[in-house]
């Protein structure tokens, strides 16, 4: 704590005192509290996670503190921490009987979807001198209140769409 103090101390810009001269009496006043506090939860802190690794406890979460009104100003402190640690559970799989086991098969029109999705998602937008059947409109639409949505419209999804395939831009 005293060495932190200097440190504060040496860095001290404080009117009426040259940088660095400022007196240890008024470093402590204004500082000894705080320093006190960061040094000796950081001690705390690095002793809790040795002893847990010494003793090989298998913690579920952090500990948590349960002290509330701490003396700062005295030598010796009491702290209380909650641990939470892990539960050994051991389950006897031979006994468990009705596992039900779930096979799912995807149909050609839900791959094709999710691959569409993908594509509008993280593709690459880029003009087309013609357009075919692959192509995609992004229609923007702008609303009295002014806000703006995207439409992402494909030439396959339209009624009637090869009188689009073979149009170039601007026709």
Excluded at 64 to 73: A, K, L, Q, R, S
Excluded at 74 to 102: R, S, Y
Excluded at 144 to 163: A, C, G, M
Aim: some cysteine; overall charge negative.
């Amino acid at each position: 704590v005293n060495q932190v103090l200097n440190d504060y101390r040496k860095k001290m810009d404080m009117p009426g005192f040259r940088k660095g001269k400022v007196p240890m009496g008024i470093v402590k006043k204004k500082y000894q509290t705080a320093v006190v506090v960061e040094e000796v939860s950081k001690m705390v802190s690095e002793d809790l996670n040795a002893y847990f690794k010494t003793q090989k406890f298998e913690l579920l979460a952090d500990p948590i503190p349960t002290h509330e009104n701490i003396n700062w100003e005295g030598e010796n402190f009491n702290f209380n921490f909650e641990v939470a640690l892990k539960p050994t559970v051991k389950i006897d799989l031979k006994k468990i009987t009705n596992i039900v086991k779930a096979e799912i098969k995807a149909e050609d029109k839900d791959i094709q979807a999710q691959i569409d999705q993908l594509t509008r998602q993280y593709g690459t937008m880029s003009n087309q001198e013609e357009i075919s059947e692959e192509s995609t409109f992004i229609l923007t639409c702008k609303s009295v209140d002014d806000t703006q949505k995207e439409l992402f419209l494909s030439v396959s999804e339209f009624k009637n769409p090869k009188q689009f395939v073979g149009q170039k831009v601007g026709d």
